[in-house]
């Protein structure tokens, strides 16, 4: 072993642990693991910066766009009115399915569950059907159908750009369509059967109740008039006549001791946490005022009609890391936050010392007239949508064209798909399907540092020595046992290291190591290739595998062990159909 091929081992070991624990953005893990490649000579400064211009980060900035474009001109709000349609949760289901099979291939499947979940919820909720039992298939589903297409994840991107800088021919567009239809198609009747009835249901018991996502965290003031002036919180009971919980509580800015055991005064805040129908019947019974101290709002509103409702923060969001005082202005339309919610965790923060992630919901209020402007902002998703009200007109077929056109004429062999994808961006952007701002905002460019920085990892990874090094200590073992038991022993390594760190890392990790081990059999490298490929694109089992999955957790009110029973079954089935089918479309 050389000192290269220590270093190279040794910076992937620390990506792996900081990617795993997400210590640190995973955007600021590629830039980290790019330096210190850099640093150490371990790439040279072309190398090094050559994930930047690589076609792979071009063409998925420049795919979602083309996904924002869509979305934005109205091409997509026919789905709202098919999935109504529906009579029976099993028919859902089935149109669901249909839909995201057309579209998922061919847009970026985060932006697929951006757009789907408020339709979703609104569909579910009017035909009884509990949202829990549709949101983990969307974000299972928009994941298969991706895997279909070359440009349906960024990951089948990210693995041929690298195959290709490894001398591989790479792979065209509908390459990987077959299996990904055998896979689909086999998830989908899972998902009908047996993985339909390991789904919560998380359904009110009144049909007409207005959808909850969880506990929220908000803050009630105790006004002169509150009959809870004079007695403690223990005394009060208020976790058993109303089923909300004082976490803390505020007297002037500081938080007193056991909150519990103080006698409450004029004045004090309480930082309260259940459902919000509960925390409202409190404010109202008790004498309590919402503690509005950050109140988003622009000139006065008196008079003005109001709406409550939910949204999440998005995967792409600027809010992340934020609190809510640090939000850009252009972002609040006028809206007042009146709680927050955050799956798997109980805050115990003022709602504006919070710093925003992904998947948390915030419950506001604000002016009606101002949720054209919420439902086309990049930084969050409405949860509690119920019509689009998209004016689709003449760029909604334009989008739709260009899309096509996009795809058709990459997939001929006429042009990259890098250079078509730009073409349709800038088209979209001229036709004012979506404006300048609005190009900058639609790009998650986590995704595009993360590529760009993990690039050069892969070739580090190549020309030092630590792929091969990796491949003869791991799956040299069962080598003597033939390449389709290794095969099955890399798909499974590829699988778990999806679960616990960014797709993109594992196919960066594992794409080198697919290569030396086709080296090391001599046999031809696409089945550990589409193996790294379908692995890394398909993650069921964690609710943080994939950012899909992190969106669905919060809105579906899914616990974590949800994931696990309804994915991991799935995982299994894909593993065994990736073993089976690889060597017969693309032989050893």
């Known amino acids: 072993m050389t000192t290269e091929i220590i270093a190279v081992l040794a910076i992937a070991l620390v990506a792996i642990v900081l990617f795993a624990t997400e210590k ?6 590629a830039l980290l693991v790019l330096s210190g490649l850099a640093i150490l000579g371990l790439v040279n400064p072309e190398q090094a910066l050559s994930g930047f211009s690589n076609a792979a980060t071009i063409t998925v900035a420049a795919m979602f766009i083309l996904a924002a474009g869509l979305q934005n001109s109205g091409a997509l709000s026919g789905v709202g009115r098919l999935l109504g349609k529906a009579k029976s949760p099993f028919v859902f289901l089935l149109i669901l399915f249909a839909v995201l099979a057309v579209i998922a291939p061919f847009v970026n499947n985060t932006a697929v569950v ?7 919820i609104a569909a579910t909720t009017s035909i009884g059907m509990s949202p829990s039992k549709a949101l983990i298939p969307l974000s299972y589903v928009s994941q298969m159908a991706g895997v279909c297409t070359l440009v349906g994840t960024s990951t089948n991107l990210l693995v041929n750009a690298m195959a290709k800088d490894m001398g591989h021919p790479g792979f065209s567009m509908f390459e990987f369509t077959p299996l990904g239809l055998i896979c689909m198609a086999a998830g989908c009747v899972y998902l009908l059967t047996i993985g339909r009835w390991l789904l919560p249901d998380s359904r009110a018991t009144d049909p007409d109740e207005h959808y909850e996502l969880g506990k929220y965290l908000t803050e009630l003031r105790v006004m002169p008039e509150s009959s809870l002036i004079g007695q403690s919180v223990g005394e009060a009971h208020l976790g058993e006549e109303f089923g909300v919980y004082v976490l803390e509580l505020l007297r002037g800015d500081e938080k007193v001791w056991s909150p519990r055991s103080q006698v409450l005064q004029e004045g004090d805040v309480l930082l309260a946490r259940g459902e919000w129908s509960d925390l409202d019947k409190l404010r109202e019974g008790a004498g309590l005022e919402l503690n509005t101290e950050f109140t988003l709002r622009r000139g006065d509103l008196k008079d003005v009609k109001q709406v409550i409702t939910e949204i999440m923060i998005a995967p792409n969001s600027r809010a992340i890391g934020r609190t809510l005082s640090m939000i850009d202005p252009r972002w ?22 919070v710093r925003l992630d992904v998947g948390d919901v915030l419950l506001v209020i604000m002016p009606e007239a101002e949720m054209g402007a919420l439902r086309s902002d990049r930084n969050v998703i409405v949860l509690s949508e119920r019509d689009a009200k998209k004016q689709s007109g003449w760029r909604a077929p334009f989008a739709l064209l260009t899309m096509v056109l996009v795809i058709a004429v990459s997939a001929v062999g006429w042009v990259p ?3 078509t994808s730009l073409v349709g961006a800038v088209a979209m952007t001229l ?14 460019w986590r995704i595009i540092i993360l590529m760009a920085g993990l690039l050069p990892l892969g070739v580090a990874m190549s020309t030092s020595g630590a792929a091969e090094f990796l491949v003869n200590n791991t799956l040299g073992l069962v080598r003597e046992f033939g390449p389709h038991v290794v095969l099955a022993v890399l798909y499974l390594m590829a699988l778990l290291l999806t679960e616990f ?33 379908f692995a890394a694109s398909t993650s069921f089992s964690t609710p943080v595998g994939y950012q899909t999955n992190t969106m669905v957790y919060s809105a579906g009110g899914y616990r974590f062990i949800d994931f696990v029973k309804v994915g991991l079954p799935l995982n299994f089935i894909f593993w065994v159909i990736g073993t089976i089918a690889i060597p017969v479309f693309w032989p050893f």
């Open 114 to 120: 951006a757009v789907f979940m408020p339709i979703v």
């Open 417 to 419: 798909i890098a250079i």
């Open 24 to 29: 640190l953005r995973m955007d600021a893990v």
């Open 501 to 533: 760190m960014s797709n993109a890392a594992a196919a960066v990790l594992l794409t080198p190591i697919g290569m030396s081990t086709a080296k090391m059999l001599d046999v031809d490298p696409t089945p550990f290739l589409i193996a790294v490929t």
């Open 431 to 444: 036709a004012g399907c979506l404006d300048a701002d609005e190009v900058y905002d639609a790009i998650d």
């Open 332 to 353: 609040r339309h006028g809206a007042t936050v009146l709680g927050i919610h955050r799956r798997g965790q109980v805050l115990r923060q003022k709602v504006r010392d």
